[in-house]
């Protein structure tokens, strides 16, 4: 049997699913562990209001799950961590089973990261 995890990592694992409590939270990972986007472009995507997905990208940003770029007078974020991409993907796929939209070895809507990715 393998170790309990130490307290600092069972924390830092418990924040980091906290985080990955809200399911607009969710959409708003996924959709940056795919590219860089502004607010107005993520708001689309995720369908939120602009001001909700500033606020959520505020925790984000505050935990270093997300990081921004300013050019003028727009605001660019994207996902910074890949194991939380990695963790995203297997919570989809697991709500795929759940839901029945995929079962057995059926290829999944969400891919995991391709191991040694890495974002810019």
Known sequence: MNQAPDDEHARIAAETFRLLSDPT????????AQAEV???????LVDA???????????????GLVSSRRTGTY???TGTD?????????ALSHAEHVTGTASGDDP????RPEPGARRA
């Open 82 to 90: 890949p194991h939380v991409h990695s963790l995203l993907a297997e």
């Open 75 to 77: 605001v660019h974020y």
């Open 49 to 63: 209001s602009p001001t909700t997905v500033s606020q959520h990208l505020s925790k984000l940003r505050l935990a």
């Open 38 to 44: 502004s607010v107005n472009v993520l708001a689309d």
């Open 108 to 111: 999944h809507s969400y891919p």
């Open 25 to 32: 939270r969710v959409k708003i990972l996924w959709a940056l």
